[in-house]
């Protein structure tokens, strides 16, 4: 491993790409709410395209109305890495999930959760018993790829991790795309 951030054996990311956002260039969801968390999504209109390299690439959005229950999903982040000490990541990690449908999502939480949960068609919800997203990951992208394109399917929401049991619960991309 490289000393240099985000580097592994095999490659390094290029330098990051400072990119200041004057005010008025983001934009919360009008209907944001924390507790439980609903609508968890913003816009950020960059002032200047982004330069693509192998650090900042191109997704797409995806199609209205497909159900991607069943399918491998991969969350990218730099949140924290469970072991024996959680610790901040300091190279962007990569776990692939799998999307459950929201009705067991629901069923999983009415059974185990301590807390009432509605999971509303804007929740996209993943299995977390093995692998999952963590601290720190919140805002990253979950990503379905199809004919090599990525899909922004998801975005991360939930900023537990290490509950097993519970599913995380994630921002639906495909019910926001009128907004």
Known sequence: LSSR??????FCL???QELLVPQGFIFIHKDFQQFPLENDIALMKLPHPAKTNLGV??????????DYTGEKVDSIGWGLVEGLSPRQSVMQQ???????????????MDNTSTVERTIPNTILCH?????????????GGLFHTT???KFVVGIVSSVTC???ALP?????VSEYLKW
Do not use: F
């Open 57 to 66: 690439q191109i997704a797409c959005l995806p199609s209205p109305g497909l």
């Open 94 to 108: 990569q776990v692939t999930v799998t999307v459950m449908s929201n009705s067991l999502c629901q069923q999983i």
């Open 127 to 139: 299995d977390a018993s093995r692998e999952d997203s963590c601290t720190g990951d919140a805002g």
């Open 162 to 164: 290490g509950e097993r």
């Open 147 to 149: 004919s090599n394109q």
């Open 14 to 16: 290029p330098e990051i």
């Open 5 to 10: 951030l985000d580097c592994s054996s095999q």
């Open 168 to 172: 995380r619960l994630n921002t639906r």
